[in-house]
């Protein structure tokens, strides 16, 4: 409406949008019924008080607010109004504005009529099968919008629209609000729209070259290309630590003999200057929000560091000479440990900021080049790895943030990212700990994994874990706090990213993911393979799932396994019991997303085919591997923390092998079963030599499980490579048990030898 057009006493407009008038200071009484008056007199209609609700009555600061509402039935009509404000003392009108509908008040009788012929009343319209009819209308109309169409929460508001009695509906979604207005006479959808949430303005956007998936494949080396792409939630202001931002730390001391994760969290334990990873966390975190901010944009040099997260190098990346770009302390910290006076001791250290940005020009400009020996002060000075990285971080909190991670400041904080730490001994790696993930640097043949997503997310999968589910979460599968199930979990969170990023498009090397495997619960004896059971079991679900639902299927699973991992935060000991128990039950409870029990039937069929049950009785099948020390586990000898121990410098070792396959209830291995010696293309494997392996692998046969199978294994005390410090060699024979159908193997053990270790000689 514009206000300036109008006349000084009132206006009129065209009939459709009804009658409005604008009445000025002092022009008539500050009351409804001078108002009303007025509106009678120019539209010949007959208003009545009754006619209206005053829903507002208040004083402001210069004047009393009074506004009134139409209504017809009961009911009232959109946008009408009557807004009178007045003097507070000497109740002189100062404003007076009226927006009416003349068509409902002249309409009524017939308002009346369509009203009960539609047999509503205040009553019924309030009813649960009208409310349910017309939740179904929404809900099906919601779903057919592109990027919004989860429901979270939906209120309505009934009212008169031009003669219709339409209930207009807000829905709010993930990202934005959609209005839908349902006629109720017409029972159908008169007016839609849709408004994303105003995007906050602490961030910014940008494009630039990145991998989608990653720059090499890992089993054929094919490049993939790079394409342009928005890096989003950039900060727009950032905090200035100086040159040196965490020397408050300078004097503060976090010894060893002071960690403890819990009793930090105590009082008491704070008394006595205990600390965690999280508390002093907590307090570099306080330390640098009270640092003065600075605008981080093309002019001063942006960096990349936003909402989801932040890049740095690492502290000892200072050691590269030849970096093209002054390198500055960052406000982000990792954890070092130093050895003072023979105790251990943590200190925050500072990373390094990155390449600063000058223009969206100069970001376009970094393209990736892949060196044939990932010289990492060339690509340091590139400034590619760290743009990778900033878009492979945000994409995943940005995708778990639309599928239900939202959870207070767990979602919301960045992580760390520290690349090129020159350690050498690290080499070829990539990891998480206390939210920061990390990057080394690279050996020719291996892929920079900076440049590969799906390692990205698998880290990030960790951090992800540790944030929802607690840092104080025990697993009870595996020694040392760390189990197959964070490596399967791991590894399904980054399956959970790839196909919301891809929607199951086919990528070359897709299928080579360990996620998809054939292995069983209770047919390893480490954590590595126990994993692929976890994330195996994991992703057969979420393919039934997404088969069903198609993409609304990944968003569900995804809210499930989100709470799933909120129902065991801080287990003391979680298994893969009671980790599948707290699936059901987040699936029992249902939530904004799912219905109550969607998924119960196909976890339960995932698990069986993994040959795992949740009933107490259920006998799964198993592979018994016996020696001369008797029965290979993940804890006896020849498992991966002890290997069997031989010295020499020539000879052969002999070891006799007994392996007792039986299928049990789960039929999960199925005979003739094919079992097979792997020596070399298993992961680290070659160090020794082992007899046999020039045919690698060696291949047997068994017919049922009344039959034991005898392996002999042989292997030369000359190592082939030497891969330990004190100069032996350690590796292991990979017994993999095959069904007939399969190409990957049910059931897999390791048993470790270590050869020639230099001091037995
Ligand atoms: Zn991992």
Not at 230 to 252: A, C
Not at 262 to 268: D, G, K, P, S, W
Not at 661 to 682: N, T
Request: glycine fraction near 6%; hydrophobic fraction near 40%; charged fraction near 25%.
């Amino acid at each position: 409406m514009k206000k300036t057009a109008f006349l000084a006493s009132l206006a009129f407009m065209s009939a459709a949008f009804g009658y409005e008038a604008q009445v000025t200071k002092g022009a008539l009484p500050a009351t409804v019924q001078a108002m009303l008056e007025k509106a009678n007199a120019e539209t010949q209609v007959n208003f009545k008080e009754s006619d209206f609700y005053l829903i507002e009555d208040r004083a402001l600061a210069t004047s009393r607010f009074q506004m009134y509402v139409q209504h017809s039935q009961q009911i009232p009509v959109a946008a009408t109004a009557i807004r009178i404000w007045s003097d507070k003392v000497s109740n002189e009108l100062i404003l007076a504005e009226m927006h009416l509908s003349e068509a409902t008040k002249k309409g009524e009788k017939s308002l009346a009529l369509k009203y009960s012929k539609a047999k509503f009343s205040p009553g019924a319209l309030k009813s649960k099968k009208l409310s349910q009819a017309i939740s179904h209308i929404i809900a099906q109309e919601v779903a057919k919008h592109d990027t919004d169409n989860r429901i979270i929460s939906m209120k309505f508001t009934d009212q008169w629209v031009n003669g219709d009695l339409v209930r207009a509906v807000e829905v709010r979604g993930r990202r934005g609000v959609h209005h839908i207005s349902v006629s109720l006479l017409k029972n159908a959808v008169v007016e839609k729209n849709y408004m994303e949430f105003p995007q906050s303005e602490q961030f910014q956007t940008v494009r630039a070259n990145v991998f989608p998936i990653y720059e090499e494949v890992e089993s054929t080396g094919e490049k993939l290309p790079y394409e342009v792409k928005e890096l989003k939630f950039i900060s727009v202001n950032l905090p200035d630590g100086g040159e040196n931002p965490l020397s408050v730390f300078n004097d503060v001391k976090f010894p060893e003999n002071r960690y403890h994760p819990v009793l930090a969290e105590t009082e008491v334990g704070q008394q006595y200057d205990f600390w965690s990873e999280a508390a002093l966390r907590r307090k570099v975190e306080t330390a640098v929000s009270q640092f003065p901010t600075r605008a981080n944009d093309f002019a001063n040099g942006m960096l990349l560091q936003g909402k989801y997260a932040t890049i740095n190098l690492h502290p000892a990346a200072k050691e590269f000479k030849e970096v093209n770009f002054p390198l500055k302390a960052s406000t982000n910290h990792l954890i070092s440990w130093f050895n003072v006076d023979e105790e251990w001791e943590a200190k925050p250290v500072s990373g390094l900021q990155g390449k600063v940005i000058t223009s969206e020009d100069d970001l376009l400009s970094r393209l990736p080049e892949r060196l044939p020996d990932h010289d990492p002060v060339a690509y340091i000075n590139s400034g590619f790895d760290e743009v990778q990285v900033y878009y492979g971080v945000t994409v995943l909190m940005d995708a778990l943030a639309e599928m239900g991670f939202e959870d207070a400041e767990l979602s919301t904080k960045p992580f760390h990212a520290f690349l090129y730490d020159p350690d050498l001994s690290m080499k070829d790696n990539a990891y998480y700990y206390d939210n920061t993930i990390n990057f080394t640097t690279y050996n020719s043949h291996q892929a920079n994994l900076a440049r590969d997503n799906p390692t990205i997310w698998h880290e990030l999968g960790h951090g992800v874990m540790e944030r929802i589910m607690g840092t104080h979460l025990g697993y009870a599968d595996s020694k040392g706090g760390y189990g197959g199930l964070s490596e399967g979990m791991a590894d399904f969170v980054a399956k959970i990213i790839v196909e919301h990023q891809t929607s199951g498009a086919d990528f070359p090397g897709k299928n080579d993911f360990r996620i998809i495997n054939n292995t069983g619960f209770y047919l390893t004896n480490e954590f590595h393979d126990e994993g692929e059971a976890y994330g195996g079991a994991m992703n057969d679900m979420l393919d039934v799932v997404i088969a069903k639902y198609g993409r609304e299927g990944l968003y569900d699973f995804t809210d499930l396994t989100l709470e799933a991992m909120r129902l065991t935060r801080n287990h003391p000991a979680l298994s893969a019991k009671s980790w599948y128990e707290h699936m059901l039950y987040a699936d029992e409870l249902g939530s904004e997303v799912r219905e109550v029990g969607q998924f119960k039937d196909i976890i339960a069929n995932a698990l069986v085919k993994r040959n795992f049950s949740l009933a107490a009785d259920f006998k799964p099948s198993s592979m018994k591997v016996t020696f001369e020390k008797g029965e290979l586990t993940n804890a006896s000898d020849a498992s991966r923390d002890r290997p069997l121990v031989e010295c020499g410098v020539d000879g052969v070792v002999t070891h006799d092998l007994k392996i007792d396959l039986k299928s049990g209830d789960a039929k999960f291995i199925k005979f003739p079963a094919i079992v097979k010696v792997e020596f070399k293309k298993g992961a680290l494997q070659g160090a020794i030599k082992w007899e046999g392996e020039e045919t690698n692998p060696t291949i047997y046969s068994v017919n049922s499980e009344d039959e034991i199978l005898n392996i002999q294994l042989k292997a030369s005390m000359d190592c082939e490579t030497v891969n330990q410090p004190d100069g032996s060699c350690k590796d292991y024979a990979y017994l993999q048990v095959f069904n007939h159908d399969n190409l990957k193997p049910v059931a897999k053990k390791r048993f470790y030898l270590k050869l020639n270790k230099a001091e037995c000689i």
